[in-house]
C-alpha cells in the first residue's frame, strides 16, 4: 500500500550547535508529507506525535509510532520520517553538549505522561536564546528522563545485504503477500535454507517471524488512519478476523480496538 506524499519537509533544528539553547523544540500538522531526504544531524533527537502515525526509517529498524509512542535518535544517526495521513507531531532536539549521559543508540519507548508533559512545557517555551532559570531546571529533569528510557520491542529490522533486501523490499509493497520462503529465495536467488540463515544472521529473527511483524506494524498504521479491524485483517491477507486479532493481541498484549486506548 502506498503513500501519496505531496509534500516534502526540512527542519534545521538538528543542525544547530549551540550549548546555550540546549534543547529545541518543533511541533506542527502535517499531512501526507515526509523529510525531503535520509539526513543525519548532531543533535539527538525525540520524535514523538499527539495524533496520527509516522513511519521512522534508519538503515537498520523501522519504527510505527503512534501517540502512545516514540522513537529516540542518537547523535549522527541517518535516518527519515514519513508522515501519512494527518499528524501532529512535536520533536525535541538535544544539543551535543548534553548528550554524554544519553542513550547513544537509536529505538523506540513507550510514553509516559511525565515525559509527555514536560516535552508540551518546552515546546511552550518557544525556542530562547537564553533560559531563565525555571526553564532550565525543567530542561535538566527532561533530559534525566531521556537518560533512563527503555527500548520498546515494537520495532521491525532491515538490512543493506542485497539477498535480504530484495525479499524484504517485495513483501513492504505488498502487505497480503501469502508465499512462502521458497518463492522469495528464487526471487533472490538463493536457497530456502540460505534465505533462512540470512533472516536469522542479518535480521535477528526467522522469516516467518520478520513477515508476521511487517504485517503487524502495518496494521498499527492503519489504526491510527481509523480503519476498521475487519479491513486491516483482509489489507494483510488474514484468512478471517479472528485469526488476525488473535496474532495481534499475542503480539502486543491488547486486541487491535484497545491498542490505541491507554
Known amino acids: 500500500m502506498n503513500i501519496d506524499y505531496k509534500t516534502n519537509i526540512k527542519i534545521d533544528s538538528?543542525?544547530?550547535?549551540?550549548?546555550?539553547?540546549?534543547?529545541s523544540t518543533y511541533s506542527e500538522n502535517i499531512q501526507n508529507a515526509k523529510c525531503a531526504n535520509s539526513h543525519a544531524h548532531p543533535r539527538a533527537q525525540i520524535i514523538s506525535c499527539n495524533s496520527g502515525v509516522m513511519k521512522v526509517v534508519t538503515k537498520s529498524n523501522?519504527?510505527?509510532?503512534n501517540p502512545l509512542q516514540s522513537v529516540w535518535i542518537a547523535s549522527n544517526e541517518e535516518h527519515q520520517v514519513f508522515f501519512p495521513?494527518?499528524?501532529?507531531?512535536?520533536?525535541?532536539?538535544?544539543?551535543?553538549?548534553?548528550?554524554?549521559?544519553?542513550?547513544?543508540d537509536s529505538f523506540a519507548f513507550d510514553n509516559s505522561s511525565f515525559l509527555n508533559s514536560l516535552l508540551k512545557k518546552i515546546v511552550s517555551f518557544g525556542n530562547p536564546n537564553k533560559l531563565t532559570i525555571p526553564q532550565s531546571r525543567v530542561i535538566e529533569v527532561f533530559l534525566d528522563e531521556i537518560s533512563i528510557l527503555k527500548a520498546s520491542t515494537t520495532f521491525l529490522p532491515t538490512s543493506q545485504e542485497k539477498r535480504v533486501k530484495i525479499v524484504v523490499d517485495d513483501l513492504m509493497h505488498n502487505f497480503s503477500s501469502k508465499k512462502n520462503i521458497d518463492y522469495y529465495a528464487n526471487k533472490s536467488s538463493v536457497s530456502p535454507r540460505t534465505l533462512s540463515r540470512l533472516f536469522n544472521k542479518e535480521l535477528g529473527m526467522s522469516f516467518g517471524?520478520?513477515?508476521?511483524?511487517?504485517?503487524?506494524?502495518e496494521a498499527v498504521k492503519q489504526l491510527g488512519e481509523n480503519k476498521s479491524v475487519k479491513q486491516i485483517a483482509f489489507d494483510l491477507g488474514y484468512e478471517n478476523v479472528s485469526s488476525f486479532i488473535t496474532t495481534f493481541k499475542k503480539h502486543f498484549g491488547k486486541t487491535p480496538t484497545n491498542y490505541l486506548t491507554k
Open 209 to 217: 517471524d520478520w513477515k508476521m511483524r511487517l504485517k503487524l506494524m
Open 14 to 23: 538538528g543542525y544547530e550547535i549551540n550549548e546555550f539553547r540546549p534543547v
Open 85 to 104: 495521513k494527518n499528524v501532529r507531531v512535536i520533536t525535541a532536539f538535544i544539543d551535543k553538549s548534553k548528550l554524554n549521559n544519553l542513550p547513544k
Open 62 to 65: 523501522i519504527w510505527i509510532i
